[in-house]
């Protein structure tokens, strides 16, 4: 069945980049857009945005636009979200989804912890 | 960016009765793109409905979406003990994607 295998939890200082990776499996790659979706403690699902891994294009929510990098390596099926200049209310559960707009799939989250 | 706002933002039901949870969108949703998702505690969400109403794959047929333009409904025919959960809406008519807050279902 299809497989979104994220990496293990970070714990970062304010103004650091994290990178997180999201391995797919089971199904073609490059067929299915992949959004990142983050959960601060507590709180509700928020957007950040998609990649295309066909083409590598990309559409991040304005909020993030210039602190977000999403990328994908399609030999290893393999997606990336980088978040740079981190401060402490990035602190959230990070999730991968496959999806064109909805989402059908989910990773299983990484905690991101930004802390001094 | 449309803002969806969902209703109540606790519902107190039991098992075995019909739970009906409100979306409300600041503006009209492009075709019914609207989809719901149930989150369990430490659980990534679980996508319900799609479509306003097409249910996703091995979804039971207790739950039912409805709706159009700024107003959605998920409706869940018969509580059962799994199903107490949080639920969100989500619209992809429009960038950029957005989610309701979210509805808390707990047990009576």
């Known amino acids: 069945q299809v497989q979104l295998v994220q990496s293990g939890a970070e714990v970062k200082k304010p103004g650091a980049s994290v990178k997180v990776s999201c391995k797919a499996s089971?199904?073609?790659?490059?067929?299915?857009?992949m959004h990142w979706v983050r959960q601060a403690p507590g709180q509700g699902l928020e957007w950040m945005g998609w990649i295309n891994p066909n083409s590598g294009g990309t559409n991040y929510a304005q909020k993030f636009q210039g602190r977000v990098t999403m990328t994908r390596d399609t030999s290893i099926t393999t997606a990336y979200m980088e978040l740079s200049s981190l401060r402490s209310d990035d602190t959230a559960v990070y999730y991968c989804a496959r999806g064109g707009y909805y989402a059908d799939q989910w990773g299983q989250g990484t905690l991101v912890t930004v802390s001094s | 960016e449309i803002v969806l706002t969902q209703s109540p933002g606790t519902l107190s039901l039991s098992p075995g009765e019909r739970a009906t949870l409100s979306c409300r969108a600041s503006q009209s949703v492009n075709s019914g793109c609207l989809a719901w998702y149930q989150q369990k505690p430490g659980q990534a969400p679980r996508l319900l409905i799609y479509?306003?109403?097409s249910r996703a794959t091995g979804i039971p047929d207790r739950f039912s979406g409805s709706g159009s333009g700024t107003d959605f409904t998920l409706t869940i025919s018969r509580l059962e003990p799994e199903d107490f959960a949080v639920y969100y809406c989500?619209?992809?008519?429009?960038?950029?994607?957005?989610f309701g807050q979210g509805t808390r279902l707990e047990i009576k």
């Open positions: 089971e199904y073609t790659f490059t067929g299915h857009y």
């Open positions: 989500q619209q992809y008519g429009s960038s950029p994607i957005t």
């Open positions: 479509g306003a109403s």
